[in-house]
């Protein structure tokens, strides 16, 4: 067990719609991250955030969005949903210094129909 | 900008034998180099880090990795391979952006395990 939680774990929705993944990072953590895990693209860093700022972009469209709230803990929005988008999303989180041991959720697997 | 190959797709190997997954990485400074594994269902699990020092690694469940800079590799090793070491295993290099973590995966090698 890492420590970091994401919800749901499984969830299927249909084409155009908009889903709301949760992760909640280890106690202490600041940084959280969010990757995409798919057949064809392998593990696509998205963003991460710091402390409840956006530190760091990477492949991420622009029908998702992401948060990091005052709790710490970060919603990652995807909207519009498309085939293409059906993935396992992973949160991660790591402490403050510069370490670059991330911890990962287990993930939540999207399946957009 | 940073990459990451892994070369091999799937490798099998026997119980008990030794191992070793490949990782080459592109980056201009000094790399932080990472070995993750990902078991069926789980999430990513770090087995070892490199960010300086004394180029053979040390990590958790028996492996190890070496950092040869002339070859731009970090290759992962274990003496003899347990049937629990099945699993997908990734190599990742990250920046040196004090408070960035943010970390570039290869695309993974599958280890399979025959009795």
């Known amino acids: 067990d890492s420590g970091v939680t994401q919800t749901p774990k499984h969830l299927i929705t249909a084409t155009g719609q908009r889903v709301t993944l949760r992760c909640s990072p280890r106690s202490g953590d600041l940084s959280v991250y969010w990757y995409q895990q798919s057949l064809d693209q392998g593990l696509q860093f998205l963003i991460q955030y710091y402390n409840g700022e956006e530190r760091a972009k990477g492949n991420i469209l622009e029908r998702f969005s992401a948060q990091q709230f005052p709790d710490l803990h970060s919603e990652l929005n995807l909207s519009s949903l498309e085939l293409g988008d059906s993935a396992l999303y992973f949160c991660?989180?790591?402490?403050?210094?510069?370490?670059?041991?991330?911890?990962f959720g287990e993930g939540s697997r999207l399946t957009v129909l | 900008a940073q990459s990451v190959t892994q070369p091999d797709i799937h490798i099998t190997v026997s119980e008990g034998a030794s191992l070793e997954l490949r990782c080459n990485y592109s980056?201009?400074?000094?790399?932080?180099l990472f070995w993750y594994v990902q078991s069926p269902g789980q999430g990513l699990q770090l087995l070892l880090k490199y960010f300086s020092g004394d180029t053979l690694v040390q990590g958790i469940k028996g492996f190890e990795a070496e950092f040869k800079r002339s070859q731009s590799s970090f290759n992962l090793r274990k003496p003899s391979v347990h049937w629990s070491d099945a699993a997908e295993y990734f190599c990742a290099v990250g920046t040196t952006n004090f408070g960035n973590e943010k970390l570039t995966f290869g695309t993974g090698t599958r280890l399979t395990i025959i009795p």
């Open positions: 980056y201009g400074a000094t790399p932080y």
């Open positions: 991660a989180s790591s402490v403050e210094v510069n370490t670059g041991e991330l911890f």
